[in-house]
């Protein structure tokens, strides 16, 4: 989880990208056809959080993940409108880091905090100076962090935040 695509095949196929990517690209195209039509198993407290959040913040996403996931998702459970914008590497080509900075450049966002679940998530928020809250429930580990949550309905009480 987290992986660029580009990663991914470099992990399992090492010296063949070409049957890699053939690989990949059709397993995401899959993926994403199936987060269309049956959406997939979300954390409990999520889009209730995400419904709270929006009434006092702009909402942004950056991920690692394919062209047209995001999309998928968000449609699948009508949050939308949720979300000013986002930004993918399948989109770009590009990691994380350079994702954040796409996104806070486009939108002219001058203070921003970064939720993640991995320590590429931390490294990536550093590298753009944002503050990083760590979603500890999540799928990765972190040994650095401003502050974290253990349920994603904790940043409803983000004003609280020592950050």
Do not use: P
């Not at 992986?3 to 053939?22: H, P, Q, S, V, Y």
């Not at 993940?65 to 979300?83: A, D, W």
């Not at 966002?109 to 928020?125: L, P, R």
């Not at 650095?144 to 409803?156: F, N, R, V």
Request: glycine share 6%.
């Amino acid at each position: 989880m987290g992986l660029t695509k580009n990663e991914i095949i470099r992990r399992l196929f090492k010296d063949n990208f070409e049957l890699g990517n053939a690989f990949i690209t059709e397993c995401q195209n899959m993926e994403n056809k199936y987060i269309g039509e049956n959406g997939g198993k979300i954390y409990e407290n999520t889009i209730k959080t995400i419904r709270k959040l929006y009434k006092e913040y702009d909402l942004f996403i950056v991920s690692n993940c394919q062209s047209g996931y995001i999309e998928m998702f968000l449609k699948y459970y009508k949050l939308e409108k949720y979300f000013k914008d986002y930004e993918s590497s399948g989109n770009t080509g590009k990691d994380k880091n350079a994702n954040i900075k796409i996104v806070l450049d486009r939108n002219n966002i001058k203070n921003a905090i970064y939720i993640g679940d991995t320590a590429s998530d931390q490294q990536a928020s550093q590298n753009n100076n944002l503050k990083f809250i760590w979603a500890k429930y999540g799928f990765g580990n972190c040994d650095s962090y401003d502050y974290y949550i253990d349920d994603i309905y904790e940043l409803t009480h983000i004003k609280e935040f020592d950050l």
